[in-house]
C-alpha cells in the first residue's frame, strides 16, 4: 500500500548525530593520540604490522578533524556554511577513513595468518618494504573507490546549503549503483578475506594442541575486536545506507511506503555507528601489543590478582613456572 509522500523529519538527524561526533572526536582524538605514541615507542616490538596499525591512526585523525564542521552544520539544522568543494572533501575524507580502516584491518587479519598457519614459510620473507608496499596499495585502492563521490552533487536546486553525504535526488539512481560496487569492493571483499584467515586461524589453534595458550589469547582479542568492528559500525551502514538509497529512488519516482521513515532512521544511526570505528580502532593499538596491555593491567591493579603471569623483554605474556 502507497501513500503520499511527506518531507523527512530532520529531528531526529539533528540531535543524533552532532552527540555521536562530539562523542567520536574527544574519544577518537585522545585515542589516537595514544596510539600514534604507541606505535612510535614500541616500533620495533610490534613487527611489520606496525605500518598499517600507524596508517590506520592516521586515516583516523584525517576524518576526526573534519567532525566540528559536521557538528556545525546539523546543529545548525543541516545549513552548511563552508561552501560546497569543502562539503565534498569532508564526505572524502569519511569514506577515505571508512574505507582506508576496513583495508588496513584486513592486511592486519592476513599478516596474523600468515604468521600462525604458515609461520615457517613466511617468517622472515615479509619485510618492512613489503608492508610498506601493501600501504600504498592499499592507500590507491580507496582513493580510487572514493574519488567518484567527488563527482556526485552534495545538495538539491531547493537546498543550495545542504551537504548531502551521498547526492541530490536527480542523481540517486546513478549513485545507488557506484554506492552498491563500493560496497562489494571495500566491504565485501575485504569481510569475506577475514571470515577465510579468522576461520583458518581458529581452526588450527584448536587443532595444534602443542599451540601456546598465550598466542590463542592474542589472536581471540583480536577476532573480538574485528569483530566489535564489523558487527557495530561497518555491517548496519552499508546495509541501511543503500536500502535508504533505494527507498528515495521510490520516493523520488512518487512511490511511498509509512516504513520509508524507519529506513531513514535506521541509516541515520548507521552513519553514527560507523563514525565510531575512529573511536574504537585504538583498541587495535591495545590489544596488538602486549607490553601495553600489561601496563593497563598494572595501572588498573588488576596485575597483582595474576601473580602467575610475567612479562619477557619483547612484550609476550609469560607463564611463571616459580611459585
Known amino acids: 500500500m502507497?501513500?503520499?509522500?511527506?518531507?523527512?523529519?530532520?529531528?531526529?538527524?539533528?540531535?543524533?548525530?552532532?552527540?555521536?561526533?562530539?562523542?567520536?572526536?574527544?574519544?577518537?582524538?585522545?585515542?589516537?593520540?595514544?596510539?600514534?605514541?604507541?606505535?612510535?615507542?614500541?616500533?620495533?616490538?610490534?613487527?611489520?604490522?606496525?605500518?598499517?596499525?600507524?596508517?590506520?591512526?592516521?586515516?583516523?585523525?584525517?576524518?576526526?578533524?573534519?567532525?566540528?564542521?559536521?557538528?556545525?552544520?546539523?546543529?545548525?539544522?543541516?545549513r552548511w556554511i563552508f561552501g560546497s568543494v569543502f562539503c565534498k572533501i569532508v564526505r572524502f575524507c569519511f569514506c577515505i577513513n571508512l574505507y582506508g580502516s576496513i583495508g588496513f584491518l584486513t592486511c592486519i587479519s592476513v599478516y596474523r595468518y600468515l604468521g600462525i598457519v604458515h609461520p615457517l614459510r613466511f617468517k622472515g620473507r615479509i619485510t618492512e618494504r613489503h608492508s610498506a608496499i601493501i600501504t600504498l596499495l592499499v592507500w590507491f585502492l580507496v582513493f580510487l573507490q572514493c574519488l567518484p563521490d567527488l563527482f556526485f552533487e552534495k545538495n538539491n536546486a531547493d537546498q543550495v546549503k545542504s551537504c548531502f553525504d551521498t547526492t541530490s535526488d536527480h542523481l540517486i539512481e546513478k549513485y545507488l549503483k557506484y554506492s552498491i560496487g563500493r560496497t562489494v569492493v571495500g566491504f565485501g571483499i575485504p569481510l569475506v578475506i577475514m571470515l577465510c584467515c579468522y576461520g583458518h586461524v581458529a581452526f588450527t589453534l584448536l587443532t595444534k594442541k602443542e599451540t601456546d595458550v598465550i598466542l590463542k589469547l592474542r589472536c581471540l582479542r583480536l577476532v573480538v575486536i574485528l569483530t566489535l568492528l564489523f558487527s557495530i559500525c561497518f555491517i548496519p551502514y552499508h546495509v541501511f545506507r543503500n536500502y535508504n538509497l533505494v527507498t528515495r529512488i521510490s520516493k523520488y519516482k512518487g512511490i511511498c511506503q509509512k516504513w520509508y521513515s524507519n529506513i531513514y532512521i535506521a541509516n541515520q544511526i548507521g552513519n553514527g555507528l560507523a563514525c565510531l570505528n575512529s573511536a574504537i580502532n585504538p583498541l587495535v593499538y591495545l590489544f596488538n601489543n602486549d607490553e601495553l596491555l600489561m601496563k593497563c593491567f598494572m595501572r588498573c591493579g588488576r596485575v597483582y590478582q595474576t601473580p602467575s603471569v610475567s612479562m619477557s623483554p619483547t612484550g609476550q605474556f609469560l607463564r611463571n613456572t616459580t611459585a
Open 2 to 78: 502507497t501513500v503520499n509522500c511527506t518531507s523527512v523529519n530532520f529531528a531526529f538527524t539533528h540531535q543524533f548525530l552532532p552527540t555521536v561526533y562530539v562523542t567520536v572526536f574527544i574519544l577518537g582524538l585522545l585515542g589516537n593520540g595514544f596510539g600514534l605514541k604507541s606505535v612510535y615507542d614500541n616500533w620495533q616490538k610490534i613487527g611489520n604490522v606496525n605500518i598499517f596499525v600507524l596508517n590506520l591512526c592516521l586515516a583516523d585523525i584525517l576524518y576526526i578533524f573534519t567532525l566540528p564542521f559536521l557538528v556545525t552544520y546539523y546543529a545548525l539544522d543541516s
